[in-house]
């Protein structure tokens, strides 16, 4: 291959700020390059020759014209023609005009009318650094490197021309490496006025060789100077977006055609279940509220010790020298809660351990006088006025009734057992019953019976 015939890359001449800056532009090269290794050469070739330019090479005495062709099937750029600068106006003009139209296009980005080139700017022309900055200033990078431009370049800012892209991240620093590119204005305007004078639109100027004039990601024409590229009116794009479609539309409907059979009994087994549910819902709810009301009462009941047992316990406590003019047992409501209490009055011997003897009691609590403590005059006595509250006992555990467990409690010698007949073998049994069942319940003697203190 000949000094004049260079192969380029597979990426397009410029590349928009913010898909550099959000990383889009190294994903669409990615992407492209995948999809460039399943597209057939000759239409691959095709289509990456379509999106060349013309390139320009601004020298001190002439401006080289690099155009795009093939070399040895592939898109390579190749030096065409030289266009002499010397001499007046008019002369150069036609030159440039003569040499430069026949290789211009009628669209650029889907833009009539609009002939693009790309100018190319000779290494003596360019400074370039390399410049590590905080990651914070990675969404407004230009505008940070346009306020501090003074210190990495001779020239004042308003002399030169720049552009930055980021080529690495250094995530332990938290810092960003920028490539910076930069050149003064006195060698780009000429050449732009040069190429606007040929009947050419410039739409990029780059610090690179020719052949990397359309890799390049660096632009240092200013963003206002850059022409609009219409992208949505490409027939590039819109063929990549019907073909995303096509594969999209076929990678969801396939699996949803295998499936649809299976998923119709799905729903089927699913609205099957669902009534059984509801039934089952509703014959749970009906089963707590009928257990709700049923032990209502005997939850009231059985909350707080008998009457029986706390007078017997009383008479228990009671020293001998105590006797009792006023025995009171009520229920009062406290919120939502209800607590029984016991109000005692009379007379006893000594009325201050009173108080210490009830909360030794396991059936009483907060012991305390009513009223303060009068003396017997004459005698050794004391009148007392004491209050106290009964501790809750604990709910009855619920003890499940099975038909079976009511034919084994019944007597086997009752009329009804001995006269009854046999069920036939294929009568399905009475159902289970379930009901809490208190333990005075049980046993008929001890509902009787004063119980025993717990």
Do not use: C
């Not at 991240?169 to 040929?198: F, G, M, Q």
């Not at 009906?286 to 059985?302: I, S, T």
């Not at 019944?410 to 333990?439: I, M």
Request: proline share 9%.
């Amino acid at each position: 291959m000949s000094d004049r015939e260079l192969i380029l890359g597979p990426n397009g001449p410029r590349r928009h700020t913010l898909a550099r800056r959000t990383g889009l532009a190294g994903f669409w090269r990615w992407w492209i390059g995948q999809l460039a290794e399943i597209v057939p050469s000759g239409l691959s070739n095709t289509l990456e020759r379509r999106r060349m330019r013309p390139v320009l090479v601004f020298e001190a005495q002439e401006a080289i014209l690099w155009q795009p062709a093939l070399a040895r099937g592939r898109p390579a750029m190749k030096r065409t023609a030289a266009i002499s600068l010397t001499g007046d106006l008019a002369t150069v003009a036609s030159a440039g005009r003569s040499a430069l139209l026949p290789s211009l296009r009628g669209t650029y980005g889907g833009v009539r009318g609009v002939r693009g080139v790309i100018v190319a700017l000779p290494p003596r022309d360019v400074l370039r650094k390399s410049v590590r900055l905080p990651a914070a200033v990675e969404e407004n990078l230009r505008q940070a490197l346009a306020y501090d431009l003074d210190r990495h370049t001779p020239f004042k800012p308003d002399e030169l021309y720049f552009d930055a892209v980021v080529v690495g991240r250094d995530a332990v620093r938290n810092e960003i490496v920028v490539d910076l590119a930069s050149a003064r204005r006195t060698a780009i305007d000429p050449a732009i006025k040069h190429a606007a004078a040929w009947g050419a639109t410039v739409l990029a100027v780059v610090p690179d060789h020719p052949a990397q004039a359309a890799s390049s990601q660096l632009n240092l024409l200013p963003p206002d100077a850059r022409p609009l590229q219409s992208v949505w009116q490409r027939w590039q794009l819109w063929l990549s977006f019907a073909l995303l479609i096509v594969l999209a539309a076929a990678a969801m409907l396939i699996p949803l055609w295998q499936k649809r059979e299976s998923a119709i009994a799905l729903n089927a087994l699913a609205d099957q279940a669902r009534s059984q549910a509801a039934v089952s819902e509703a014959l749970r709810q009906d089963l707590e509220v009928k257990a709700g009301d049923y032990n209502f009462a005997l939850m009231r009941k059985y909350a707080f010790p008998s009457t029986v047992q706390v007078i017997d316990d009383v008479s228990r406590l009671l020293p001998d020298d105590t006797w009792l003019t006023q025995f009171e047992l009520k229920s009062v409501a406290r919120g939502k809660d209800t607590q029984r209490e016991v109000l005692l009055r009379g007379e006893t011997a000594n009325a201050g351990r009173l108080v210490g003897v009830f909360e030794e009691s396991q059936l009483f609590t907060q012991a305390a006088p009513r009223s303060p403590t009068t003396k017997i005059q004459p005698g050794p006595g004391e009148i007392f006025d004491l209050g106290a509250q009964l501790k809750p006992l604990s709910a009855p555990p619920a003890i499940a009734l099975t038909a079976a467990e009511k034919a084994s409690a019944a007597p086997s010698t009752t009329p009804e057992s001995a006269t009854a007949p046999a069920a036939p073998t294929g009568q399905p049994r009475a159902p289970a019953s379930v009901a809490p069942v208190p333990p005075a319940a049980a046993d008929p003697a001890a509902s009787s019976a004063p119980q025993a203190k717990p």
